[in-house]
């Protein structure tokens, strides 16, 4: 009996992380392909880039960490950044600047942080791959 409560315990866990990686993935690739590649934040074009020597990597940036579940997978929460415009400060500067009701709606997410176990992960899940 303990042996196949194990197991499906495992198997829900398993089950879990492959679709939290999906919804990672789903996500990264709206962000990046809304920005066409490019940073929003200085207009850097994409990974093919060099500036002051070094390559330009872009990233799809969380603007609320990843951490905060209820907005992992928003696309609105999400932004295409290099390397030099992803940090916390530069990128709450250009939100405050060129959509300054996007980030009361970031602040008004970090404020209310809905609890893991309220969120259908199916249903994100579904929400994605409409959108991809
Ligand atoms: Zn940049």
Redesign the pocket.
């Known amino acids: 009996m303990k042996a196949k409560g194990n197991v499906k315990r495992y198997t829900q866990k398993a089950m879990i992380a492959r679709v939290v990686r999906e919804c990672d993935m789903l996500w990264r690739l709206q962000i990046l392909g809304r920005a066409n590649g490019h940073?929003?934040?200085?207009?850097?074009p994409g990974p093919q880039d060099l500036r002051d020597s070094k390559w330009?990597i872009i990233a799809a940036c969380h603007i609320n960490s990843r951490g905060i579940w209820s907005t992992r997978w928003n696309l609105r929460n999400g932004l295409a950044?290099?390397?030099?415009?992803?940090n916390e400060k530069t990128i709450i500067e250009w939100l405050q600047t060129t959509d300054p009701d996007r980030y009361e709606w970031i602040m008004e997410q970090r404020r209310i942080q809905v609890p893991d176990r309220d969120l259908d992960l199916q249903e994100i899940l579904r929400t994605l791959r409409d959108a991809a």
Do not use: F, L, N
């Open positions: 940073c929003e934040i200085c207009g850097a330009i950044g290099c390397s030099d415009c992803h």
